[in-house]
């Protein structure tokens, strides 16, 4: 029974397998991701009732023991990067429409947002370190490797703060954020890696510098794809990367929008669920290894997704993270559904 229901995380592998669909079909088929996405996964968020279920001290136990959802995790690794050289050589190798290029691209700029940096956000707050290599690994392709920097030392210190990047602002539209953010947290990102290079002493040039390998990395990759794909290969890759990167963003943009933290003296409040958006629509749910439980996850940060509960006290998203992500990218649909429940929220 348990390990019935421990396989329902493999729901997380139908975007890989909608993704696959994109890439050997044409026509209306090269949107299969973005079909499964953002039509057929929100209507059936709509069917299926959540599920409020809070772990006992021994199923936790139990279920930080199971290594099955480690290797669920781990997976995603060799899928994914099969899946993108798999594309890639796909759209340089035949002559396609540009309708059907645009459907494969964005379905993979999809699998790489949802089993990429969505896999690696949860493998980079790991205390194992080949973890969180492991996480660092599947950054490369969305050449957005200060993420792991940005994310883990910035976002979770200054999360609801106007001192944090990734957190969107009342009333600020996601096209705004887009750019505050993306530009926001790779100046962070140095930021922090100077004060780190600083307080451990070691020079720019140094080893320790991760950001200087975050870089080279990058340009490997790319380098990679030149050869193995020339130059159509490399329009592909970052054109699937930026699909990635404001996926991801969006994602940001609907976690923590409009909501702060009260600064008492010179500090801000700790942070508690009620400072972010949390979603607990199932489907959702499974399909990003519980990301959608996000004020669990901000309040207790070392917590394995396999653990995380829903937050009573949390602002509720009214719909599950892909239909918020269609609403959010409709500015004043937007405005008006979220911030009457932001006045709520600030007058309880």
């Known amino acids: 029974m348990y390990i019935m229901r421990d396989l329902k995380y493999l729901l997380a592998y139908t975007i ?16 299969s991701a973005v079909i499964y996405a953002y039509l057929i996964i929100p209507i059936f968020e709509l069917i299926f009732s959540e599920n409020d279920h809070k772990y006992s001290a ?22 994914v990067f099969g899946i993108l050289a798999w594309g890639f050589s796909d759209l340089t190798s035949n002559l396609y429409s540009f309708s059907d290029q645009l459907g494969k691209i964005i379905s993979l700029g999809i699998l790489l947002s949802t089993n990429g940096i969505n896999v690696a956000h949860e493998l980079g707050h790991r205390i194992n370190i080949y973890e969180k290599i492991l996480a660092k690994f599947l ?10 920097i940005e994310h883990n030392f910035g976002h979770h210190k200054n999360v609801a703060t106007p001192e944090d990047p990734a957190s969107a602002k009342l009333n600020q539209s996601l096209y705004g954020f887009w750019i505050t953010s993306v530009i926001g947290q790779y100046i962070s990102a140095w930021k922090i890696q100077t004060k780190l290079r600083k ?4 020079s720019f040039f140094s080893i320790k510098h991760d950001m200087i390998w975050y870089l080279l990395f990058q340009v490997i990759y790319i380098g990679l794809i030149f050869i193995l794909f020339g130059v159509k290969g490399v329009f592909y890759a970052s054109i699937t990367a930026l699909i990635s990167v404001l996926m991801l963003e969006t994602i940001n943009y609907i976690e923590h929008y409009g909501l702060s933290r009260n600064k008492k003296g010179n500090r801000y409040e700790r942070i508690l669920p009620i400072h972010s958006w949390n979603s607990n629509h199932i489907i959702g749910r499974l ?14 940060t070392s917590k394995k997704y396999q653990i995380l509960e829903n937050k009573k006290e949390s602002p509720q998203l009214p719909f599950g993270y ?11 649909l937007w405005f008006w559904l979220i911030n009457p429940r932001l006045k709520l929220l600030n007058n309880s």
């Open 287 to 300: 399909v990003l290894y519980e990301l959608t439980r996000h004020s669990d996850h901000h309040h207790i």
């Open 322 to 332: 892909p239909t918020s992500m269609i609403i959010a990218m409709i500015p004043p």
């Open 199 to 202: 307080q451990n002493n070691f």
């Open 16 to 31: 890989p397998i909608s993704t696959c669909y994109s890439i050997y079909y044409d026509g209306i088929w090269s949107y």
């Open 58 to 79: 021994e199923e936790k136990s139990s279920r930080l023991k199971n290594k099955l959802f480690d290797f669920m995790l781990y997976f995603n690794i060799p899928m």
């Open 139 to 148: 950054l490369i392709p969305t050449l957005y490797m200060h993420f792991f």
